[in-house]
């Protein structure tokens, strides 16, 4: 008999903690973005859509070398690198990429290939828009996400690749 009223009795308290908790956070204010009418707020770890970055002389930093393709667990990435040249220099390396695509369909925003970078030339950003009911329009190639040049600013063109290692010590 005593062992059934303290059933009850344990009961009765744990449905009273558990509504206690309910009706403690009814009275909260309810905490809601006003997206899309306002701006989306990030976390300072989002990881969006990537970004190609560029140098300080508005070249690209991504100099080829195929770690971020091969840091990733999906196999998103597809690069082809072309050499620079004394008359055409894209980049402050050897090689460039002159195909970099990544298909969004299969990426899964791990961060691999941002860790494996050597030159920090790709970035995440803050795009977060990617759905589309078209998975071709899911690979999203070079020109889409190599960061803007600033306003009036154009790439500078090294002729002299010693000069280019040179900065490259210094900095």
């Known amino acids: 008999m005593a062992s059934k009223i303290q059933e009850i009795l344990g009961s009765a308290a ?10 403690k956070e009814m009275l909260q204010p309810t905490i809601t973005e006003d997206y899309p009418d306002g701006p989306a707020i990030f976390q300072e ?3 969006g859509a990537h970004v190609l970055q560029r140098d300080e002389n508005g070249l690209e930093k991504c100099v080829a070398c195929f770690l971020c393709a091969a840091a990733c667990p999906v196999e998103c990435i ?3 690198a072309k050499e620079n040249t004394e008359q055409q220099r894209i980049s402050g390396g050897e090689r460039y990429a002159e195909v970099y695509n990544i298909d969004y369909s299969r990426c899964i925003f791990c961060g691999y290939c941002v860790e494996a970078c050597p030159t920090d030339a790709i970035t ?3 795009g977060f ?5 078209n998975t071709s329009t ?13 306003p009036g600013k154009k790439p500078s063109v090294v002729l002299d690749p010693a ?4 900065a490259a010590d210094h900095h």
């Open 78 to 80: 597809y690069i082809e």
């Open 138 to 150: 899911l690979i999203i190639r070079k020109e889409q996400m190599l960061a803007p040049l600033e």
């Open 124 to 126: 995440h950003g803050h």
């Open 129 to 133: 828009e990617l759905a589309s009911y």
């Open 45 to 47: 770890r989002f990881r």
């Open 14 to 23: 744990a449905i009273a903690k558990g509504m206690s908790i309910t009706f």
């Open 163 to 166: 000069a280019t290692a040179l």
